[in-house]
């Protein structure tokens, strides 16, 4: 039996609920919603350590101001680092300086970029836990015996957003990396699942599977504090139906801005828009760049209209009907489950 994660998040609440770490998307404003809600809030860090920092420091004063103790170790809220976008030295001294609970790393260019990172994290600040989401079985075997994380967060192919490709759906991913785990001799190394849960059935389904909890995304793009560089872009994901036929993964969205900055090996899942349907059409890539940058010089940024700007979502993006305060979501997801899981065994 895997040991249980809930020494390390006092405050939180069973089952573990943390929001992805989508850079750009979920700040300060998400992540202490998240946290006061009883569930783990992470912030997104990209490129710039700057940003990060200040998110940082906005969290600790909301966090300070509510009845969420500060006065541990660590403060009650992640961070999440792209690997391959962000220098280790420049993410390092963030996490020296505000000692996030949780640092969770993904998307390295090569899987042992991981044990060098974590070498980093646990020296910048050693009472951090260090999270490694990953896409495979075997890729998470591997990552098990090259740094033995805290905790593997099991990242479905339903995932909005980049990840690994191709890969698996949460039913047979989970349970399949547990028993590799254990028969690997890791037993211990927690298992988050994400990747398509969008409501308390989701989470019930993750659990039954092994999970000890969940990392959602794609569900907080429809929460009052994600931010949005658009209103266009919460509106598609509010009117996006058929999660599995509205969104797709491609490597297409990542070239429309100029050649793509991600490592081999990732693709993006998003809404089907206009640029990936003229890509499949066979328009090239210089036509369908220039139709993109005409159309994010418009007031709604390439969002609204035939919609040629990335909305990245996952396939649960479905089940989502209207947006609510991310602490509502958090309770929801949590109760949902509970309600999910009774109705589940009285059907046994
Ligand atoms: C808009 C968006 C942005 C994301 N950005 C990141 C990121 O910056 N770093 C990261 O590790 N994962 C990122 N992800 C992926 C999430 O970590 C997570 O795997 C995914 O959201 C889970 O699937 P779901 O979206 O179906 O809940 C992003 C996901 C979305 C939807």
Redesign the pocket.
């Given at each position: 039996m895997p040991s249980s994660i809930y020494t390390h998040y006092p405050w939180t609440s069973r089952p573990l609920i943390a929001n992805?770490?989508?850079?750009?998307?979920?700040g300060s404003r998400l992540a202490t919603a998240v946290t006061i809600a009883g569930g783990l809030g992470f912030i997104?860090?990209?490129v710039d350590m700057g940003i990060l920092s200040t998110q940082l420091e906005e969290a600790t004063s909301v966090l300070a101001g509510s009845h969420i103790s500060t006065t541990g170790p660590t403060l009650p809220i992640g961070v999440?680092?792209?690997i391959f976008a962000a220098k280790v030295e420049d993410a390092a001294a963030v996490v020296a300086h505000h000692r996030p609970a949780t640092i969770?790393?993904?998307?390295p260019p090569e899987p042992q970029d991981f044990a060098f990172w974590i070498k980093a994290m646990h020296a910048a600040s050693p009472e951090s836990r260090i999270w490694i989401?990953i896409a495979g079985v075997a890729a998470a075997v591997e990552v098990a015996q090259l740094c033995s994380p805290d905790v593997l967060?099991l990242?479905?192919a339903?995932?909005?957003?980049?990840?690994g490709s191709p890969g698996a759906g949460l039913v047979s991913l989970v349970p399949e990396t547990r028993d590799a785990l254990d028969t690997a001799g890791f037993p211990n190394i927690p298992i988050l699942g994400?990747?398509?849960?969008?409501e308390g059935r989701g989470v019930a389904a993750a659990l039954a599977c092994g999970a000890e909890g969940?990392?959602?995304?794609?569900?907080?793009?429809a929460s009052r504090e994600v931010d949005l560089s658009s209103k266009e872009y919460q509106q598609a994901v509010l009117e996006a139906a058929d999660g599995g036929i509205s969104t797709v993964r491609a490597t297409i969205f990542d070239e429309l801005l100029g050649k793509s900055i991600w490592p081999a090996g990732y693709d993006?899942?998003a809404l089907a828009n206009s640029s990936y349907n003229d890509y499949l059409d066979g328009v090239g890539i210089e036509e369908l760049r220039r139709r993109h940058a005409d159309a994010v010089t418009g007031l709604d940024k390439g969002f609204g209209g035939e919609r040629r700007a990335a909305?990245?979502?996952?396939?649960?993006?479905g089940l989502l009907k209207e947006v609510k305060a991310a602490g509502d979501i958090v309770r929801e997801l949590r109760e949902g489950c509970k309600v999910a899981l009774d109705r589940a065994y009285s059907r046994l």
């Open positions: 992805a770490p989508m850079a750009g998307f979920a997104g860090a990209a999440g680092f792209l969770l790393l993904s998307c989401q967060v990242q479905a339903d995932a909005g957003g980049h990840g994400a990747g398509g849960i969008s969940v990392l959602l995304g794609t569900v907080f793009l993006g899942r909305i990245w979502a996952g396939s649960g993006v």
